[in-house]
């Protein structure tokens, strides 16, 4: 049985830092290329960053409106993606899954709120 838990999100201030973590079944996390997506209500859930399966050297996608600020990593050892997230904005409020890129609808998750207020 596929199983992927995101954890991580929580309230945080303008400027501010998260980390999001997302433990997935081994038989997807090492197979696959990782994303982590976004959605806020009323929109499409977007890509925000994915990475190759075998790093070091596994190659990493960012979507604009965060490059600079996430960092997408990986711990094949703890079937653990993790997505670092610096400097927040009130626009990144969303929740944020994780799941395999291209994204496969049984592995959705609950997903994990991020929400960036004052």
């Known amino acids: 049985q596929v199983q992927v838990v995101e954890s991580g999100g929580g309230p945080v201030q303008p400027g501010g830092s998260l980390r999001l973590s997302c433990a997935a079944s081994g038989s997807i996390f090492r197979a696959y290329v990782m994303g982590w997506y976004r959605q806020t209500p009323g929109k499409q859930r977007e890509l925000v960053a994915s990475i190759a399966p075998i790093p070091p050297g596994g190659s990493t996608f960012y979507a604009d409106f965060v490059k600079g600020r996430f960092t997408i990593s990986r711990d094949n050892a703890k079937n653990t993606v993790y997505l670092q997230m610096n400097s927040l904005k009130p626009e990144d409020t969303a929740v944020y899954y994780c799941?395999?890129?291209?994204?496969?609808?049984?592995?959705w998750g609950q997903g994990t709120q991020v929400t960036v207020s004052s």
């Open positions: 799941n395999t890129r291209p994204q496969v609808d049984r592995y």
